[in-house]
């Protein structure tokens, strides 16, 4: 039981920094695909996940770039079509549709993550929202 109620305040912690970063860079949506939640799921936000726009006036690296320069970490999102990877010609597997986002390597090419620690505080929170507006900032000034 105690360790389903620290679990949860972990889980709760980890939407309650996700949420702030998706209200603080929200009126980025023509640079940014943040990340949504359907009604019948519920993201535990262990990173927090960005994908840089086609069209967007930077690349996904000048925006890790900065980041990695304001020390915060990032990581790709090593995603894509699994199908595709040299492994899978050993398992049998089926796809379903024309996988458009894999295929285009969407997600491998123009997303990254940051993590989402619990002890992430407030401070913290608006450091990193704050860094990347001030990217986003530049980027549409240039």
Same mark, same amino acid.
Do not use: C
């Given at each position: 039981m ?8 972990? %889980?709760?912690?980890?939407?309650e ?5 998706? &209200?603080?860079?929200?009126?980025? *949506?023509d @640079? /940014? $695909? ?9 993201h535990?936000?262990?990173g927090?996940? %960005? ?10 690296? &000048?925006?890790?770039?900065?980041? *990695?320069? @304001? /020390? $915060?970490e ?28 894999s295929n ?9 993550f ?5 002890r992430?505080?407030?401070e ?5 929202a ?10 549409s000034n240039?």
């Amino acid at each position: 039981m105690l360790r389903a109620l620290k679990l949860d305040s972990f %889980i709760n912690q980890r939407r309650e920094s996700a949420a702030y970063w998706t &209200e603080k860079l929200s009126d980025y *949506e023509d @640079e /940014l $695909i943040l990340p949504i939640e359907p009604e019948h799921a519920k993201h535990v936000y262990f990173g927090y996940p %960005i994908t840089r726009e086609i069209g967007a006036g930077f690349t996904r690296k &000048e925006l890790v770039d900065h980041l *990695e320069m @304001e /020390l $915060i970490e990032t990581r790709p999102i090593m995603a894509g079509n699994m199908a595709e990877q040299p492994g899978m010609r050993h398992i049998d597997h089926r796809t379903v549709g024309e996988l458009p986002n894999s295929n285009s390597r969407m997600i491998m090419r123009q997303s990254f993550f940051f993590g989402n620690h619990t002890r992430i505080g407030p401070e913290e929170r608006e450091y990193i929202a704050d860094s990347i507006n001030n990217f986003l900032k530049m980027a549409s000034n240039e």
